[in-house]
């Protein structure tokens, strides 16, 4: 008993081709199947491996740690902020600036041991100290400056001394801004 089919009798061809060429296509199917299983087996060892880290550790223990670390640097960076925003504001207020002048005070005197010595911090307020050596012995004087100006007469030592002071902070500043 042999039974037909209307479509497969309707064909111009033989329809045992249709069957082999199913069967190619199934192996050829099959085939990549097992590519993909294996190439999804070797990535799955990679990612297991990922996750484990690096001898051991997985990766959630190393981001953990990095961004505890991350957290410490930004403490620190603050205090060092801190630090450092004290720091210049002390340097303001400190004596930065320094220019001495020695002098005969009397002519018959040699060796030039009296002096003027001026100190200034960054607005240029500080002191002039005057050393003045005699036979007789060594008197000191200051005066005081307050934003570049003294209230008191300065002598000629004492304003080059003074202008040196000043010199040292702009020589300075035009460093600074190249």
Same mark, same amino acid.
Not at 88 to 102: A, D, F, N, T
Not at 131 to 155: A, M, N, Q, V, W
């Given at each position: 008993?042999?039974?037909?089919?209307?479509?497969?009798?309707?064909?111009?061809? =033989? @329809?045992?081709?249709?069957?082999? /060429? #199913?069967?190619?296509? /199934?192996?050829?199917?099959? +085939?990549?199947?097992?590519? %993909?299983?294996?190439?999804?087996?070797?990535?799955?060892?990679? $990612?297991?491996?990922?996750?484990?880290?690096?001898?051991?550790?997985?990766?959630?223990?190393? %981001?953990?740690?990095?961004? !505890?670390?991350? !957290?410490?640097?930004?403490?620190? *960076?603050? $205090?060092?902020?801190?630090?450092?925003?004290?720091?210049?504001? #002390?340097?303001?207020?400190? $004596?930065?600036?320094?220019? +001495?002048?020695?002098? *005969?005070? &009397?002519?018959?005197?040699?060796?030039?041991? #009296?002096?003027?010595?001026?100190?200034?911090? =960054?607005?240029? #307020?500080? $002191?002039? +100290?005057?050393?003045?050596?005699?036979?007789?012995?060594?008197?000191?004087?200051?005066?005081? +400056?307050?934003?570049?100006?003294? &209230? /008191? @007469? %300065?002598? !000629?030592?004492?304003?080059?001394? &003074?202008?040196?002071?000043?010199?040292?902070?702009?020589?300075? =500043?035009?460093?600074?801004?190249?």
């Amino acid at each position: 008993m042999e039974v037909q089919s209307r479509l497969l009798s309707s064909l111009s061809f =033989d @329809p045992g081709i249709l069957i082999y /060429l #199913s069967l190619i296509l /199934l192996l050829v199917a099959f +085939i990549l199947v097992i590519v %993909l299983f294996v190439r999804q087996n070797a990535l799955l060892k990679k $990612y297991r491996s990922f996750m484990r880290g690096r001898g051991g550790k997985s990766i959630e223990e190393v %981001l953990k740690r990095r961004i !505890d670390e991350i !957290d410490k640097l930004k403490e620190n *960076d603050a $205090y060092i902020s801190k630090r450092l925003k004290s720091l210049e504001q #002390s340097v303001v207020r400190s $004596y930065q600036k320094c220019g +001495i002048v020695k002098y *005969d005070a &009397f002519k018959e005197m040699g060796g030039k041991l #009296s002096f003027a010595y001026a100190l200034l911090n =960054d607005e240029n #307020s500080g $002191y002039i +100290i005057n050393s003045i050596h005699s036979r007789e012995g060594c008197y000191t004087y200051i005066k005081e +400056i307050i934003k570049g100006e003294s &209230f /008191l @007469p %300065l002598s !000629d030592e004492e304003n080059e001394a &003074f202008e040196i002071a000043r010199q040292v902070g702009l020589a300075e =500043d035009l460093k600074n801004e190249q």
